[in-house]
C-alpha cells in the first residue's frame, strides 16, 4: 500500500485521509489517539487502496522529448550552441531549440527548455484549430456559444462560463482527434446544461451517439501534464 505518515496537528478538526505517489498521510487532530486514528485507517483501507491503484497508473515514466518528435504541425530540432545560451524559436512548422553543447540534450535544464517550446507550438496549433472545430461541431449539433479560448491549463481539459464562452487547454492537442471531440461537445453541452445533471448527461449521449462513457474512461487515462 505505501508508506504512512501520522501527522498530529493542533489546527486539524478531523482525521483525514491524502493519499499520493510518495505515500500515504494520515492527519490527527492533536487530542485524537494515534490507536483510534489507525482504526479509522483500517476502515478505509479498501478507498485507499483504490486511491494508491489510481496514481500508479496516473504515473508515468519521465521520457525524454527528443527527435524525431513531431506534434500535429511541427517537428521538433535541436541544435547545440557555444556559451551557456538557450533560445526557443516556433515559427514555419519547426520548434527549434539551442542549448549549451555541455550539457547533454536528455539533461533536466535542456528538457525544460524543450517543454517550453512543445508547449509553445502546441498553443499556436490549438489556436489555429480548435475554434474551428469548436464552431463546425457546434453548427452540426445547433449548439451556439459567445467565445473560444484557449489556455495552458493543467487542471481541467477545458470549461464553459456561465455566459457561454468556451475555454479550451492547450494540451488538448496531445490528444486523439476524437477525443478532443469530446471535450469540446462536453463543454458545448455546458451552454445548455450548466450542471451534470442528468439531462447534461442525456444530452452528452445523445450528441456522441451513446459513447461519451466510454471516452470519458479513455480520456482519463491522458494527462495535461508532461
Known amino acids: 500500500m505505501g508508506p504512512v505518515t501520522i501527522n498530529k496537528s493542533s489546527r486539524a478538526r478531523r482525521l483525514s485521509i491524502v493519499v499520493r505517489s510518495t505515500g500515504i498521510t494520515l492527519t490527527v487532530p492533536h487530542r485524537m489517539a494515534v490507536k483510534e486514528a489507525v482504526k479509522f485507517l483500517d476502515v478505509k483501507i479498501e478507498w ?3 486511491a494508491v491503484e489510481r496514481n500508479r497508473r496516473k504515473a508515468k515514466p519521465t521520457v525524454a522529448i527528443l527527435p524525431p518528435f513531431q506534434t ?3 517537428r521538433l530540432e535541436l541544435l547545440p550552441g557555444e556559451g551557456t545560451r538557450f533560445e526557443i524559436h516556433v515559427r514555419n512548422g519547426v520548434i527549434s531549440v539551442v542549448y549549451p553543447a555541455l550539457l547533454g540534450p536528455e539533461s533536466e535544464a535542456v528538457q525544460k527548455v524543450i517543454k517550453k517550446g512543445v508547449a509553445e ?8 484549430l480548435l475554434p474551428g472545430r469548436v464552431a463546425y461541431l457546434a453548427g452540426q449539433h445547433g449548439f451556439r456559444c459567445n467565445a473560444v479560448t484557449v489556455r495552458n491549463s493543467v487542471s481541467r481539459w477545458g470549461s464553459c462560463s456561465a455566459d457561454d464562452r468556451i475555454s ?27 450542471n451534470h445533471g442528468p439531462r447534461f448527461h442525456a444530452l452528452l449521449d445523445k450528441v456522441t451517439q451513446g459513447r461519451h462513457r466510454d471516452y470519458r474512461i479513455e480520456l482519463r487515462q491522458y494527462t495535461t501534464r508532461w
Open 48 to 50: 485507499v487502496q483504490k
Open 72 to 74: 500535429r504541425l511541427h
Open 168 to 194: 479550451l487547454s492547450l494540451h488538448l492537442m496531445t490528444l486523439p482527434d476524437h477525443l478532443i471531440d469530446y471535450v469540446i461537445l462536453h463543454e458545448l453541452c455546458h451552454t445548455v446544461h450548466k
Open 121 to 128: 507550438a502546441y498553443r499556436i496549433e490549438a489556436k489555429t
